[in-house]
């Protein structure tokens, strides 16, 4: 997503935390649903169950040192194998989530959001200008995804079938599913001033699908869970998820974010879209989330970084993100266009 801190986007990541969110406890043994509390139930005249179990393996046994040492050498031998490169960034990420999960789970996310705000009777027409205008800007980003530059790991994109879809709602968001499904509030339509800074918006938005960041955060996901397992269930150490949250989940959500960041704005030049509007954006985001009290929120509970943060970051960035623009003869185009990037759709929402 675009950002985080106000109540409707926490609704909203409420909603898709099945697809693309941070499991927590899903698939655990009960006791790891509740690790707040360990789990103990007795008969009055009877012994207590599960008060104080005993863990099945003690690192004085020989034997639970093989489990452990098996356990560790075929999770690295896993990890280095499923090791994919970012393309633009060059970070390196293990992913376990086949490129066809990744998909249908988009599909579905989407099909889901879409019937929803059907039926609610927001969902903007495709023959609205709003729509219009988020499809074109949208489809020329997509181009611009699609040509493959930036190495890395690329072979998801292959056939891609993007989607941008509109949604009547105050919300000042917008967000993607795996598979190049996008969804734009005209809350946040009602904020971007110009097609620079939609394009920002949407440019961002695909680089997650670019980067595979929802396969990532499953993957980290499902290996965090694995390890709770083991903690538990073999040394009898519950890992609370309430402290794996803030502690592993979230830095990497921010990680992520920034990312998404650095490479939109890469993707918007290439577009011939001038990459500086995303820091002018990033800057009405934070003005707007200060208005509605959400920079309240401590940074390390955060899913996104702080606006300011991102806005010196993309300001670092942009040497490197205007030279592609200048490469791409985006100057030239855009002169001999008269303006057209700007003029064409209706800037607004209504």
Request: a positive charge; aromatic letters at 6%; hydrophobic letters at 40%.
């Amino acid at each position: 997503m675009l950002r985080h801190g106000l109540s409707s986007i926490r609704k909203l990541t409420q909603r898709l935390a099945g697809p693309v969110g941070i499991p927590k406890t899903a698939g655990l043994p009960a006791p790891l649903a509740h690790e707040s509390r360990r789990w103990s139930w007795s008969r009055r005249t009877e012994y207590q169950y599960f008060g104080n179990r005993r863990p099945v393996l003690s690192l004085s046994n020989p034997n639970a040192l093989r489990v452990l040492a098996g356990l560790g050498g075929g999770g690295l031998v896993v990890y280095v194998v499923a090791q994919q490169e970012v393309p633009y960034t060059e970070r390196r990420h293990a992913i376990l989530i086949s490129q066809a999960a990744e998909r249908e789970l988009g599909r579905q996310t989407y099909r889901q959001v879409l019937e929803e705000a059907r039926a609610e009777g927001s969902l903007v027409p495709s023959h609205h200008p709003a729509t219009k205008r988020v499809q074109r800007v949208g489809s020329q980003i997509a181009a611009a995804v699609n040509r493959g530059q930036g190495g890395g790991f690329q072979e998801h994109m292959q056939g891609l079938e993007w989607q941008f879809a509109v949604i009547d709602s105050p919300q000042v968001n917008a967000f993607v599913v795996p598979g190049g499904k996008v969804v734009v509030y005209t809350g946040l339509l009602g904020l971007v001033s110009s097609d620079d800074e939609l394009a920002a918006v949407l440019a961002h938005e695909c680089a997650h699908v670019l980067a595979r960041h929802a396969a990532e955060r499953m993957t980290q996901g499902g290996v965090v869970s694995v390890i709770q397992m083991i903690a538990y269930w073999g040394f009898g150490i519950p890992l609370p998820s309430d402290l794996l949250v803030p502690a592993f989940f979230l830095p990497n959500s921010r990680k992520a974010e920034t990312e998404a960041d650095v490479i939109g704005i890469q993707l918007a030049a290439q577009a011939c879209y001038d990459p500086a509007a995303a820091a002018s954006v990033f800057q009405k985001l934070g003005a707007a989330e200060k208005k509605m009290g959400g920079t309240a929120m401590p940074k390390f509970l955060r899913t996104h970084p702080l606006s300011d943060e991102r806005v010196a970051r993309i300001k670092e960035e942009l040497p490197k993100a205007l030279g592609m623009y200048e490469l791409a003869g985006c100057e030239s185009l855009r002169g001999r266009a008269g303006g057209l990037f700007s003029g064409l759709g209706d800037g607004g929402w209504r």
